[in-house]
């Protein structure tokens, strides 16, 4: 049971590096530290989710590396794309 939370918070914690690094790469859709590390928790948890369902999961006993991999990789891509679509929906938003 504690295996999903597991890959959940690991997904949520890549996301928040993924958030934050795009944000410092492409500072014209940054919108603070703060705020890229949310989004990018919140993108990485649910497009690494999105990603373990697809990929299929498994019930495996434990975590291996091949799922450590998947959910870092995953949750880091997700919360930076999800952090850049946000940020530029809101200077879109912003400019109108």
Avoid: C, F, H, Y
């Amino acid at each position: 049971m504690e295996s999903w939370i597991t890959e959940l918070l690991v997904q949520a914690v890549a996301g928040a590096a993924g958030g934050v690094g795009a944000g410092s790469v492409a500072k014209d859709v940054s919108m603070g530290k703060p705020a890229d590390a949310l989004t990018g928790a919140v993108g990485g948890g649910v497009i690494g989710q999105i990603l373990a369902s697809a990929l299929g999961a498994g019930d495996v006993a434990g975590m291996d590396v091949g799922t450590l991999v998947r959910d870092l990789v995953g949750g880091g891509v997700g919360g930076a794309v999800v952090m850049a679509l946000i940020g530029a929906l809101r200077n879109a938003m912003i400019k109108r």
